[in-house]
Structures are given as C-alpha cells and as structure tokens.
C-alpha cells in the first residue's frame, strides 16, 4: 500500500510558474513509476508526465513538453512537477499515481494503482 499526498497548487497568472509535490508514505518508493495526471471540469483525466523508478527517464504528453519537469527525490520519497509558462488550459486538479509497473512510457490509468486525492491548479488569464 502506498498512500500519496499531493500539494502546492494554488492560483498563478498565465505565464507563471508552480511547483506541485506529492508525498508518499507506505512501501519502498523507489520500487514504483511515478506519474503526473490532470482532469478539467467536464473532461476525462489525463496524462501529464511519469518518471521511471531510478528517475534517469522521463515522459510527458505532447502539452507538457518543453514547459514541466517531472523529478523524484527518491531519499524524500518525492516527486515533483515543475510548471512553468502555465496556461489557462493547464487549469485542472493535478493528482500523482504510483505504479508497480516498470514502464513509464504508458499513459493509460489503469497501470496506477495508487492515487492522491489531488491539488487544484487554477490560471488566470
């Protein structure tokens, strides 16, 4: 079991930059690809960006690249998403999921087992 805590969303002007951080607790960090999601009012979720178990690799959706950074810190047993250039589309919750998995590289939910209730990233125009 592994019990995932999201924070730092918050409110920014477009082009502004966030830091989301999600906590985990529970069994051996490392042993688990870890993944950024998102879901907007009315819309589906959505894969952000995911971070293979040692972090050397990463993946992001077409609307992330060049503008978030996903890392993990594995001693913390944290990962992070680094936003910048945000839009008023990145507007959304934001949850991070863990995976038993090894492949980062699937943007499919369903490889997640594990879920934090989320952090609301809001961007103003």
């Known amino acids: 079991q592994v019990q995932l805590v999201e924070s730092g969303g918050g409110l920014v002007q477009a082009g502004g930059s966030l830091r989301l951080s999600c906590a985990a607790s529970?069994?051996?960090?490392?042993?688990?690809?870890l993944g950024w999601f998102r879901q907007a009012p009315g819309k589906e979720r959505e894969f952000v960006a995911a971070?293979?178990?040692?972090?050397?690799?990463?993946y992001y959706a077409d609307s992330a690249k060049g503008r978030f950074t996903i890392s993990r810190d594995n001693a913390k047993n944290t990962v992070y998403l680094q936003m910048n250039s945000l839009k008023p589309e990145d507007t959304a919750v934001y949850y991070c999921?863990?995976?038993?998995?090894?492949?980062?590289?699937?943007?499919?939910?369903?490889?997640?087992?594990?879920w934090g209730q989320g952090t609301q990233v809001t961007v103003s125009s």
């Open positions: 529970g069994r051996t960090f490392s042993n688990y690809v």
């Open positions: 999921a863990a995976s038993r998995g090894v492949d980062y590289t699937r943007k499919d939910l369903s490889i997640y087992e594990y």
């Open positions: 971070v293979s178990r040692g972090g050397g690799s990463t």
